[in-house]
């Protein structure tokens, strides 16, 4: 990188800058673990209305069968059975989010070549941006980096709106994290041919794969093999968190913003994370569902870290147990550090959001006395948004939720914890904030 | 291998960036040692009790409040350090101790505990320490001594060693005896009083009278660059006091420069450097908007020049934090920063 790219780089104003902690694993290749002996597949992996099964107890499945339906006449996506074997039981089970949840679960049949069905081959240029659509909503592909949104709901857009072009995320800001890394190096056909379906099925002019700068062999790997007519770019972002969130490398690429709680479509854009493109490109052509993802399995007290193909709804102790976790104790992460989601069960199972698998031992943050703000203002500094988490955090400290919503844009905040991470006080910022939403929603729920 | 392991629950994030309250106090310190050291350097062992005395009351003063309160000793975050220190740093170097005293109790039980501690202050609380002493002891806070006195490292300056309620020793003629022609006055007063100006440098450097630690703009300086290089002084607050203070002075500096100090007089002399870096700095009574920051920091320097032309007092740079302090939270109600993506009235 030269000097004056060091002057010009792309990049949103504030965000912060943690450790990376990526060399664990970002140098590993992507291999396959061993098939679990049973699946948990929530039937809501996605934002919107959870699946409605379609078979039964006992019944035997084929890795690849849809088994839940999209809810009719709602944001919802098909699950596929995600291996071979019989259905054990449709009930509740821990769930990523700490509660449970009603669930698929099936047991692995041993003597099953664990071959994914597959459909008639389709060629998405003779496709109609219509078919498109429906098709990628038969494969079950939801937001991969970690929002779970549909990714079909994402290319269907109200007749005033139409898109110009496709942002493909690449930058894996939380650290720990590699499973977008290693796709973007080792899947880079499936990729481009994702941008180009997803492209078609907006009709977008154009797409710019954002990368940050810390992945600069991704770009190197990835600008050869472009297609001719130069209607995907890549360009490299500043390494900062949280720069892979759509807001800011929008931002960060185009130097617009998208408008306080809309969409990117309100500006003409449309969002997509590598590994949710990817997917596409390679499921979409033979008709495939969602059946499994690469994650991370990466931190503390583990021999074997790594990144890793695992079926959807593998539990985390088969994860731990391929990975040989040696630890006693240890902070159990779904995600990255900033944002990922605490595990309380080894039965909970990877979805597909699930980007990493992060253990916490050593590396974990021992949690200090929360001290009174000193109004240093660092939080200020930090938050991407521009909000003012210190105001924030007083009025929660007082209870004054209705406050941080109407006149401090508390639902602008998209708890990256920037805010939290930088606090020199350790007042757990942005948990306050996720409290305040919580008992802001019910209030309005019960107001009517 | 553990088939299942302890599992630790605790909210995201799960990482944390190194620095704390205890660690940015603790660098204050630091920077402010350099100081204590010229300032011993300069007044002698007569500053260096006024230092040990203005921080031992503070300290004992935070300790005695906490366990009144109940609550746990908060000594080791350095913030009661930090106010004894500038406490001291403002005060005249002959300043007696039984005074030095009761500003440290007034700058803690008054400044700080009173509003609730670390964080709640409104007020910088060493500079309310100081406002109180002002009015007190009007007479012993404008006590100044000479700098670089001969026997500064072996004998207490007179009124050092007041006792309780007594009247203070003059000064004025152990003064005239250490220095021949010692007038009794800072370089403020001199240009207030009689219209006439210390040259700049010998200002920029410090080697003047003046109070114990605000003599020196080099070395507070370089103090401040010290905090600003590990990012625990935020450069706007400096920067924009210094500013509001350059072009107020310039205003008047260029309309009669014959009347009226130059800009540089007036960033050099009194305590507007220490002020700038170590006083209207203080994060609890500032403003954290980035607007609300420079707005802060104009109407400081704004407030020094006024007074210090128009008012009947010298302590200009004191009063006007203070006024700033008060203004903080209206400032700051206007100047909420514009979030991303806002968008305008019409639309949402």
Known sequence: MGLLDFFIRKTFPHGIHPPEYKSITQHKKTLRLPFPERVILPLAQHIGAPAIPIVHKGQYVVRGEVIAEPAENALSVPIHASVSGSVREIDLMPGPKGSKVMSIVIDTDPSSPQIPVSGEYQDYTRMTPEQIINEV?????????????????????????????????????E?????????????????????????????????????????????????????????????AVETKYPQGAEKMLVKSLLGVEIPSRGLPSEIGLAVFNVATLAEMGRLLPNRQGLVERIITVTGDDLAKPGNYVVPVGTPLQDILDQADFTGQEAEIILGGPMMGLPVASLETPVTKSTGGVLILDQHAYKPKDILPCIKCSLCLQACPINLNPSELGLLADKRRYDVMEEQYHLNDCFECGACSYVCPSNIPLVQYFKIAKTLNRERHIQNG | ?????????????????????EKIMRNVVYALLPLVVFSVWQFGISALALIIVTTLACLGTESLFCRLSGKANTLKDYSATITGLLLAMTLPPGFPLWMGAVAGFVAIAMGKTLFGGIGFNVFNPALVGRAFVQAAFPVAITTWTPALAPNRFVEFIPSTLALPFMKPAATAEWSAHIVDGFSGATPLALMKFQGIMTDSQSLFLGLTEGSTG?????????????????????????????????????????????HYPSPAFMIFSGGLMFGAVFMASDMVASPVTPLGIFIFGLLVGFLTVIIRLFGGLTEAVMYAILFGNAATPLIERYTQPSIYGARKKEDS
């Open chain 2, 214 to 258: 605000e003599t020196s703009a080099l070395l507070i300086l370089l103090c401040g660059f010290y905090l600003m290089w590990r990012k625990m002084l935020d450069w706007r607050i400096p920067a924009s006091v210094i500013f509001g203070t350059a072009a107020t002075a310039a205003v008047f500096y260029f309309y009669d420069p014959s």
């Open chain 1, 137 to 173: 909503k038969q494969t079950g592909l939801v937001g991969l980096g970690g929002a779970g949104f549909p990714s079909y709901a994402k290319m269907l857009l109200p007749k005033d709106r139409s898109i110009h072009t496709i942002i493909v995320n690449g930058c894996e800001c």
């Open chain 1, 175 to 235: 650290p720990f994290l590699t499973t977008d890394h290693r796709i973007m190096l080792e899947k880079v056909d499936d990729l481009i041919r994702g941008i180009q379906i997803a492209m078609k099925a907006v009709s977008a002019e154009r797409s710019i794969i954002g990368i940050e700068d810390n992945k600069l062999e991704v770009l190197e790997a990835i600008s050869p093999r472009l297609p001719a007519d130069g209607r995907i770019q890549v360009e």
């Open chain 2, 1 to 21: 291998m553990a088939k299942h392991p302890l599992i630790d629950l605790r909210p995201s994030p799960y990482i944390h960036s190194p620095l704390t309250v």
